[in-house]
């Protein structure tokens, strides 16, 4: 069966951190799909809109709600980058195709524990939430996100709501940088994974952001925690 495609309307577009554009599209009638997976828009280039490439965000609405939501962080000259922060706006259409995609919270895990930086938290807003707030699911569930600048963090509002009212639910924000007032966690992500294995020894493991980051995470994670790879999960933003 051919993948559906669809022509969607852009209802929003919000700059919500240093460089990351939140936009949210009219869901089509009848379009169905699993929390974790992304779709793939037809994106002109600026100078030639005849010339079109298809580029991969992942949905960071649950399935449950009504309109799709994505989260973009711009790349230097990149060419959707330069449509939504130039071109798309606010009643724009564009064609989209999909839901593609295997990155799903596994239900034969005992415990799930996701690993973002970035825009890599979208898929895990998605799951999460349809996690915690459809399927009423009570296993642990833990989110590491981070990101290098206290004001690089979005969504924070939304985590910390679904963890003040889910007590399976824990989310630790993680910052990098050296930014003096942070209270929080520091350093890279994987450095906190072994306390929370402690308590979770049987959990999948689910990462998703840069792929230079992916691939890091998953080398720690086989290499100096002897995880087994069966219970890896990785999505890479290429
Ligand atoms: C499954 C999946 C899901 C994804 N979900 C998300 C998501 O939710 N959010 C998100 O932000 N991203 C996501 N991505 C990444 C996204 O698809 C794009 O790769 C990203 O947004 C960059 O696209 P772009 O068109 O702006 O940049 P591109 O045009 O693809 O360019 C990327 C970078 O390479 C540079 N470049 C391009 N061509 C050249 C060249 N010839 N020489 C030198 N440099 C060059 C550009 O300047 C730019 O910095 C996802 C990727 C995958 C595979």
Same mark, same amino acid.
């Given at each position: 069966?051919?993948?559906?495609?669809?022509?969607?309307? #852009? &209802?929003?577009?919000?700059?919500?951190?240093?460089?990351?554009?939140?936009?949210?599209f009219?869901?089509?009638?009848?379009?169905?799909f699993?929390?974790?997976?992304?779709v793939?828009?037809?994106?002109?280039?600026?100078?030639?809109?005849?010339?079109?490439?298809?580029?991969?965000?992942?949905? !960071?609405?649950?399935?449950?709600?009504?309109?799709?939501?994505? #989260?973009?962080?711009?790349k230097?000259?990149?060419?959707?980058?330069?449509?939504?922060?130039?071109?798309?706006?606010?009643?724009? &259409?564009?064609?989209?195709?999909?839901? $593609?995609?295997?990155f799903?919270?596994?239900?034969?895990?005992?415990?799930?524990?996701?690993?973002?930086?970035?825009?890599?938290v979208?898929?895990?807003?998605?799951?999460?939430?349809?996690?915690?707030?459809?399927?009423?699911?009570?296993?642990?569930?833990?989110?590491?996100?981070?990101?290098? =600048?206290p004001?690089?963090? $979005?969504?924070?509002?939304?985590?910390e709501?679904?963890? =003040?009212?889910?007590? =399976?639910?824990?989310?630790?924000?993680?910052?990098?940088?050296?930014?003096?007032?942070?209270?929080?966690?520091?350093?890279?992500?994987?450095?906190?994974l072994?306390?929370?294995?402690?308590?979770?020894?049987?959990?999948?493991i689910?990462? #998703?952001? !840069?792929?230079?980051m992916?691939?890091?995470?998953?080398? &720690?994670?086989? =290499?100096? $925690?002897?995880?087994?790879?069966?219970?890896?999960?990785?999505?890479?933003?290429?």
């Amino acid at each position: 069966m051919p993948t559906p495609s669809y022509q969607v309307t #852009c &209802t929003k577009k919000a700059l919500i951190a240093p460089g990351v554009y939140e936009l949210h599209f009219s869901r089509p009638e009848g379009m169905t799909f699993k929390a974790g997976q992304f779709v793939l828009f037809d994106v002109p280039l600026a100078e030639d809109p005849a010339d079109i490439q298809t580029r991969a965000y992942s949905i !960071a609405s649950s399935p449950s709600e009504k309109d799709l939501l994505f #989260c973009v962080k711009l790349k230097a000259a990149g060419r959707a980058s330069l449509w939504i922060e130039i071109l798309l706006q606010q009643g724009s &259409t564009i064609r989209m195709q999909g839901p $593609f995609g295997l990155f799903l919270l596994k239900d034969s895990d005992p415990a799930h524990v996701c690993v973002a930086t970035g825009a890599g938290v979208a898929p895990f807003r998605s799951q999460i939430k349809w996690r915690l707030e459809d399927m009423k699911d009570t296993r642990p569930m833990i989110l590491l996100f981070g990101v290098r =600048n206290p004001e690089d963090f $979005f969504w924070l509002e939304d985590f910390e709501f679904l963890a =003040n009212t889910h007590e =399976n639910f824990v989310f630790y924000p993680v910052l990098t940088g050296t930014e003096e007032s942070w209270k929080g966690l520091r350093g890279r992500v994987q450095q906190h994974l072994p306390r929370i294995l402690a308590a979770h020894p049987e959990a999948g493991i689910y990462i #998703c952001g !840069a792929p230079e980051m992916v691939k890091d995470v998953k080398e &720690t994670c086989l =290499n100096d $925690f002897e995880i087994p790879k069966i219970r890896l999960h990785a999505e890479g933003y290429i």
